[in-house]
Nanobody, 125 residues
Framework: QVQLVESGGGLVAAGGSLRLSCAASGRTFGTCAVAWFRQAPGKEREFVAVITWSGGTRNYVDSVKGRFTINRDNAKNTVSLQMDSLKPQDTAVYYC??????????????????WGQGTQVTVSS
């Protein structure tokens, strides 16, 4: 079993930066792929970024490439999402999720067994 807790959200002006963190409990976290998803009001939850269990593969949705960076520290059971050059359209609740198939870099919500409660990110124009 893996439990996930996100932190680091908040209000920031366009062009600014935020760093989200996902803290995990559970011995198997280090073998999971971990992703960030986001959901804006009235929209479906969408994939943002994923990192495989070893950190060897990272994938991003096109809209955040070059602006967001996902990293993990398995010794500390944490995954971070550094978000730079933020835009108003990045406003959403951001969720951390873990996939027990650690080599997979899935973009599908259905492939993730564990989810955090989410953290709000608001980017003002």
């Amino acid at each position: 079993q893996v439990q996930l807790v996100e932190s680091g959200g908040g209000l920031v002006a366009a062009g600014g930066s935020l760093r989200l963190s996902c803290a995990a409990s559970g011995r198997t976290f280090g073998t999971c792929a971990v992703a960030w998803f986001r959901q804006a009001p009235g929209k479906e939850r969408e994939f943002v970024a994923v990192i495989t269990w070893s950190g060897g593969t990272r994938n991003y949705v096109d809209s955040v490439k070059g602006r967001f960076t996902i990293n993990r520290d398995n010794a500390k059971n944490t995954v971070s999402l550094q978000m730079d050059s933020l835009k108003p359209q990045d406003t959403a609740v951001y969720y951390c999720a873990a996939d027990r198939t650690g080599w997979r870099s899935s973009t599908r919500t259905a492939d993730y067994e564990y989810w955090g409660q989410g953290t709000q990110v608001t980017v003002s124009s």
